[in-house]
Structure formats: structure tokens, C-alpha cells
Antibody, heavy 119, light 110 residues
Framework: EVELLESGGGLVQPGGSLRLSCAAS????????MSWVRQAPGKGLEWVSSIPDSGDRKYYADSVEARFTISRDNSKNTLYLQMNSLRADDTAVYYC????????????WGQGTLVTVSS | QSVLTQPPSVSAAPGQKVTISCSGS????????VSWYQQLPGTAPKLLIY???KRPSGIPDRFSGSKSGTSATLGITGLQTGDEADYYC???????????FGGGTKLTVL
């Protein structure tokens, strides 16, 4: 059974940093692209970032480019999202997702971790 | 404002059929696969359709997807009250080098 368990969310002040982690199990992690998708309170889904199986390329939404960094450790079956220079509009539930949005689709989602940016 | 355009809401009676549209451009829907997601209240989204019209294992054939040009459509037949949810389309945008979602459509089963 595929499981994606996010951690690292919480309350942070504007300008601060957080690192989200996603522990994956139940599938061959190194063989799949992975993504982060977020959802602000009461709003729709927003694609944040994706990384292919090899980790050799990284893709970002304009809204997070140069502030967020996606990475993966295939030896630990873990996906990361380093978030710097956080702003109030980064407040959202962040989902770790298996797959790519236009290949296999985003086929498994974690339960999400809430990031709140507020003073 | 979302790159992909969906109607904010649709409604239909139990047992009926509903379609949800998703409109884009040649840089996204026109040249990439579309996927569809269902988000029940208070839960994480779930993949319904991938590669325009394929259903993952466990998704009933009441759900179908199609694509024509720069638009895609999700169809749901035999509506049930349990289908009340938000539905999102998604794809890759080649010009943006980024994933994009529609704004979401709230389905009400009257």
C-alpha cells in the first residue's frame, strides 16, 4: 500500500524558513517523479513543484521560484521541500504527491501538512 | 486566476449525468495529457482520470474523461450523493514549464 507521510509544517513568521519532508513507502520511490501541491484555506489546488525520478531537473511555480527548493533522497525514500522567505500567501496545506501532473497523473496524495505564515 | 478555466459549480439530480469542462490553450491542454481529481470535503484529492481518458484501478466507469483540442471534459453518470465534491483538472504547461490546475468545480447532487 502506497503511503506518503508529510512532516515539518507549522507556524512560522514572515521571512522565515521551513523544511517539509515526505516519507514514502509501498512503491519503488526511485522510479517515480514526485510533486508538491498546496491548497490555501478555502481555495483551490496549486501545483508547487515537481522532480523526476532521477532528481536531475526541478520545476517550480512562478510564485515560489527562487524561494523554494525541491529535492529527494532516493536512498531514504524521502522527498523534501525547503521553503525560504516565506510570505503570508504561502499559508496552505502542502501535499506530497506521487507522480507527475501530465504523465501518470498525481496518483497518490499524502494527508497534507499545514504551513501557517503569520506574525 | 487559473490558467485552466472550469465552471465554479454544476448540479444535477441523483441518477443523472453531468459534465465538467476544462478550457486551456495550445501550451497546456492542446499538447499535454489532462488529469482529473476529486476532492471530497475535508480530504486529500484523489486521481480520477489520467492521460485524458484512463481510469486508475478502483475508479468506477461512471467517471470518464475526454479531450478535444484545447478543452477537456469530465463526465459522471449515475450521480450519487457521495459524488458531491470539488473536481479539478490539471496538466502541464509547456510554455510555463510548470504544472497547472483549473480553479475547481463544486458538484452538487440535488
Amino acid at each position: 500500500e502506497v503511503e506518503l507521510l508529510e512532516s515539518g509544517g507549522g507556524l512560522v513568521q514572515p521571512g522565515g524558513s521551513l523544511r517539509l519532508s515526505c516519507a514514502a513507502s509501498g512503491f519503488i520511490f526511485r522510479s517515480y517523479a514526485m510533486s508538491w501541491v498546496r491548497q490555501a484555506p478555502g481555495k483551490g489546488l496549486e501545483w508547487v513543484s515537481s522532480i523526476p525520478d532521477s532528481g536531475d531537473r526541478k520545476y517550480y511555480a512562478d510564485s515560489v521560484e527562487a524561494r523554494f527548493t525541491i529535492s529527494r533522497d532516493n536512498s531514504k525514500n524521502t522527498l523534501y521541500l525547503q521553503m525560504n522567505s516565506l510570505r503570508a500567501d504561502d499559508t496552505a496545506v502542502y501535499y506530497c504527491v506521487k507522480g507527475g501532473i501530465s504523465t501518470t497523473g498525481l496518483d497518490y496524495w499524502g494527508q497534507g501538512t499545514l504551513v501557517t505564515v503569520s506574525s | 486566476q487559473s490558467v485552466l478555466t472550469q465552471p465554479p459549480s454544476v448540479s444535477a439530480a441523483p441518477g443523472q449525468k453531468v459534465t465538467i469542462s476544462c478550457s486551456g490553450s495550445s501550451s497546456n491542454i492542446g499538447n499535454n495529457y489532462v488529469s482529473w481529481y476529486q476532492q471530497l470535503p475535508g480530504t486529500a484529492p484523489k486521481l480520477l482520470i489520467y492521460e485524458n481518458n484512463k481510469r486508475p484501478s478502483g475508479i468506477p466507469d461512471r467517471f470518464s474523461g475526454s479531450k478535444s483540442g484545447t478543452s477537456a471534459t469530465l463526465g459522471i453518470t449515475g450521480l450519487q450523493t457521495g459524488d458531491e465534491a470539488d473536481y479539478y483538472c490539471g496538466t502541464w504547461d509547456t510554455s510555463l514549464s510548470a504544472g497547472v490546475f483549473g480553479g475547481g468545480t463544486k458538484l452538487t447532487v440535488l
